[in-house]
């Protein structure tokens, strides 16, 4: 159940957001590299070269940096909730035939375990194409070395006291692990993410989400005794009911907060659409 959950979400909104700034990245990133290029021995050329490379600099960090606040608006609330309907949400997908209750109860927790490595998953991925349209791939690489043998420390020294689970925890040290490196080199080789306010995008998406987590746990044992006995159609309505009722909290306080961030996807996905 978590390699469903924890690559299929993360997949689909860095992706979807990569394609919508890649092409940016990889334009500033080849006009830095043409500006720098050129071997200028006047004075005036050169300050107008390094004119350049600044403007082109930070054209690609303001785009890196508003990347990683709209992966974040959108990936939050989607760990979260997640998070919180895991238990119904693995019965309603799994609890058939020979898989028991008991099962669901062991599956629901491994996926939680999944997904707390989801949101740092989700911005890994924006920065690893970012090192890419940088013509970079060697870096990645090296970090996904290192994130890798964290895994696999991790496993093996978790294995004998909580089993399979160790591979959960393991693969989560191992998202956290490569998103760190990746953001701490990558800031250090571009000079920071330029004017973009990405801590206070983490705390207002972060508070949005946690209101959003607690009314989708405090609906769903609530509509549980309303509806009748358990059933795939049940199960389903749970899911929709908490889903929906945590959505619009989660919409709700992101305008309540003024995160700007969800107001602009809306507006990507409508102009997608031509509402």
Avoid: C
């Avoid at 394609?19 to 500006?35: E, H, K, Q, V, Y």
């Avoid at 000079?191 to 983490?202: E, K, P, S, W």
Wanted: aromatic share 8%; charged share 10%; net charge neutral.
């Amino acid at each position: 159940m978590g390699h469903y959950a924890d690559p299929v979400p993360a997949g689909l909104v860095s992706t979807a957001i990569s394609i919508a700034i890649l092409p940016t990245l990889s334009r500033f990133a080849a006009l830095i590299a043409l500006d720098t290029t050129p071997d200028i021995e006047v004075d005036d050329a050169a300050a107008g070269l390094f004119a350049h490379v600044s403007e082109n600099t930070q054209a690609f960090k303001d785009t890196l940096g508003l990347g990683l606040r709209l992966t974040i608006t959108l990936i939050l609330p989607a760990a979260v909730g997640l998070f919180v309907l895991a238990t119904p949400i693995v019965i309603l997908l799994f609890q058939h035939g020979q898989f028991t209750p008991e099962a669901s109860t062991i599956t629901a927790a491994a996926l939680r375990l999944y997904l707390i490595g989801l949101p740092f998953a989700a911005v890994d991925l924006l920065l690893v194409y970012a090192f890419y349209a940088r013509q970079d791939t060697l870096t990645p690489a090296l970090i996904g070395i290192a994130s890798f043998s964290v895994y696999m420390v991790v496993a093996i020294l978790l294995l004998p006291s909580i089993g399979l689970f160790s591979l959960m925890v393991a693969d989560s040290l191992k998202h956290i692990t490569h998103a760190l490196i990746s953001a701490v080199l990558l800031r250090r080789r571009i000079g920071g993410y330029g004017h973009q306010r990405i801590l206070i995008t983490l705390l207002k998406a972060g508070l949005a989400a946690a209101v959003m987590g607690l009314v989708a746990y405090l609906t769903e044992p609530i509509f549980e005794q309303l509806i009748g006995t358990s059933s795939f159609l049940r199960e389903l309505l749970l899911v929709a009911i908490a889903s929906i009722a945590g959505g619009a909290v989660y919409i709700g306080m992101a305008a309540l907060l003024r995160l700007d961030e969800l107001r602009w996807v809306v507006g990507m996905v409508r102009g997608r659409l031509g509402i």
